[in-house]
């Protein structure tokens, strides 16, 4: 429970810097994904989702 408070933590860390420091990029990136097509938008995510579950696995492997 503690290593998904810390994950959610971060990424609301993470995103409110990026929020706070680039409004206006955010806004544009925004406005590119809204453009895109649902298949391209889904392949987006889904690469995110695995390069994250990697970044998650290296982490606990390096910490082992």
């Known amino acids: 429970m503690i290593?998904?408070?810390?994950?959610?933590?971060?990424?609301?860390?993470?995103e409110g810097l990026a929020?706070?420091?680039?409004?206006?990029?955010?806004?544009?990136?925004?406005?590119?994904l809204a453009s895109l097509p649902p298949d391209r938008a889904r392949l987006i995510g889904l690469l995110a989702m695995a390069l994250g579950t990697g970044l998650v696995a290296l982490a606990f492997h390096l910490l082992a």
């Open 3 to 14: 290593w998904l408070l810390l994950g959610l933590g971060l990424v609301l860390v993470i």
């Open 19 to 32: 929020l706070a420091l680039a409004p206006s990029r955010i806004r544009a990136v925004l406005e590119f």
